[in-house]
């Protein structure tokens, strides 16, 4: 079933050419049926980039899912060209000025993970963000610095920094898999991390509300997802490209920095990149959508509390 997006929006073509199911919003709009409503709040600094990404998955799966973008208010990145986010993107206030509710919310992960919460310029309009969503989202999937920083919000776990960047693909292990949001995973499976700061495990497990569905003896635990799955937190970057890690670690070797190691588990023969995760975070992304929004949320969108 197709994602539904503008049909002027830049990852259209793309997607087209690389034969994910899109439709136009006109389009859909002459359907009788409801769509799922999800919105993607975008923290990256290449927003075109990571919307195409997060667009892939989501146009991967049997649902028919409209998408609205979303980006903060208070703090506007330099990365992504301004009329594209006047044309594609809105702001909290005027999602909720429009009426918006949604039946999912993706919140992306940002490069802001070695500062104290606090001193992020949109602390404040993102924990304004994920109070809204706790009475107007059926179930939220927060990623990377946005999943440790919704843990410690949510539950007071703490953010613990790391010695070095963990970057590359990791070996997880399937917990729990009774739970349908990891329904039909391997027993072991890779997905790439590329973060500073990671969360204290022993408070994590603590938390009886929640439940670990995958962990990694190296890259720590990768998937949470609360018992009501109304919060999923997910602290890798199943979403990347095959070279998305090749292009961080280029950068951060130009910019000097010294706490960065290759990517491990990530290149193959001739130093070129493998991509070996694409399948296991389709997976993801569909039981989300099917066992966590659609098989939960009203069909009446304004009836979400």
Known sequence: MPVIIPST?????????????????????????????????????????TELQLLRLIGN?????????LQTETYKGTHTDEAHLKSFYLTLSEAIASGKKFDGLIVTGAPVEQMDFK??????????????????????????????????????????????????????????????????????????????????????KTIKGLDILAVSDEAGVYLCASKDQRRVFVLGHGEYDKFTLDNE??????????????????????????????????????NWLNYFVYQGTPYDITTIN
């Open 9 to 49: 929006l830049p990852a259209r073509k793309t997607l087209e050419k690389e034969n994910i199911f899109v439709m136009t919003d006109t389009r859909a709009r002459a359907q009788e049926i409801r769509p799922l409503s999800i919105g993607l709040l975008n923290l990256m600094p290449n927003k075109e980039e």
């Open 119 to 204: 001193d992020v310029k949109y602390w404040d309009e993102f924990v304004r963000i994920m109070e809204w969503a706790e009475h107007n989202v059926y179930s939220t999937m927060y990623i990377c610095w946005g999943a440790i920083a919704a843990m410690h919000y949510f539950y007071g776990v703490d953010k613990v920094a790391l010695p070095k960047k963990l970057s590359g693909v990791y070996t997880h292990r399937s917990l729990k898999r009774s739970n349908p949001l990891i329904r039909n995973f391997d027993e072991l499976f890779g997905a790439p991390h590329s973060r500073h700061s990671g969360v204290d495990e022993k408070s994590l």
């Open 249 to 286: 670690y280029k950068r951060d070797v130009a910019l000097g920095r010294t706490d960065v190691d290759i990517p491990v588990n990530y290149y193959g023969k001739h130093g070129q990149p493998v991509l070996s995760w694409r399948a296991h975070s389709s997976l993801l992304m569909s």
């Open 61 to 69: 799966t049997p649902l028919q899912v409209e998408v609205t973008l």
